[in-house]
T-cell receptor, first 117, second 109 residues
């Protein structure tokens, strides 16, 4: 499976500031996803990022708050803008790979643990 | 609406067997995934079922019944390192993953 890295691994930020999270994959992938997981909660999809097109946002998430870039097939960024304590969460990047007999499986990066004060 | 139900928490003994159940309601169905997530870490892929029946992978097996909208993950010969959350996720007709909240499995010696 693809090897996925994220930077930063964790950060503590002040209210009103912005943080950009980077996701790097060691192979070219078409589909990249950004998730949020709040403590004790399920994964929530923020948006799907495809290279060469605008990201597709899920209900409850907007581009102004979570701008996404996807400049090539191995890299994406998610920015959490104008942060508030409610944005404290783990942010996860994932990629989709076709595996014979395994469906289009999603593999996850290590996550970015964000705390907003 | 779309929904994935699984127990919030289960406890089992080292060396024993545990079955984690998952029921799903999705708009269309393109498969059922199980992921393992250790505390503070990202989910890791365990299994994928799209046809009815049991898929075995070493100590872990996953079962699917499409007519019942039901799956389970079976863990045998439990080890302390199996203590984790187990996430069930259904793939809907748009190939979007619908995630359950996860089952926290506690292994006791």
């Amino acid at each position: 499976s693809a090897v996925i890295s994220q930077k930063p691994s964790r950060d503590i930020c002040q209210r009103g500031t912005s943080l950009t999270i980077q996701c790097q994959v060691d192979s070219q992938v078409t589909m990249m996803f950004w998730y949020r997981q709040q403590p004790g909660q399920s994964l929530t999809l923020i948006a799907t990022a495809n290279q060469g097109s605008e990201a597709t946002y899920e209900s409850g998430f907007v581009i102004d708050k979570f701008p996404i870039s996807r400049p090539n097939l191995t890299f994406s960024t998610l920015t959490v803008s104008n942060m508030s304590p409610e944005d404290s969460s783990i942010y996860l990047c994932s990629v989709e790979e076709e595996n014979r007999g395994q469906g289009n499986t999603q593999y996850f990066g290590p996550g970015t643990r964000l705390t907003v004060l | 609406g779309q929904n994935i139900d699984q127990p919030t928490e289960m406890t089992a003994t080292e060396g024993a067997i545990v079955q984690i159940n998952c029921t799903y309601q999705t708009s269309g169905f393109n498969g059922l995934f199980w992921y393992q997530q250790h505390a503070g870490e990202a989910p890791t892929f365990l299994s994928y079922n799209v046809l009815d029946g049991l898929e075995e992978k070493g100590r872990f097996s996953s079962f699917l019944s499409r007519s019942k909208g039901y799956s389970y993950l079976l863990l045998k010969e439990l080890q302390m390192k199996d203590s984790a959350s187990y996430l069930c996720a259904g793939l809907d007709s748009n190939y979007q993953l619908i995630w359950g909240a996860g089952t926290k499995l506690i292994i006791k010696p």
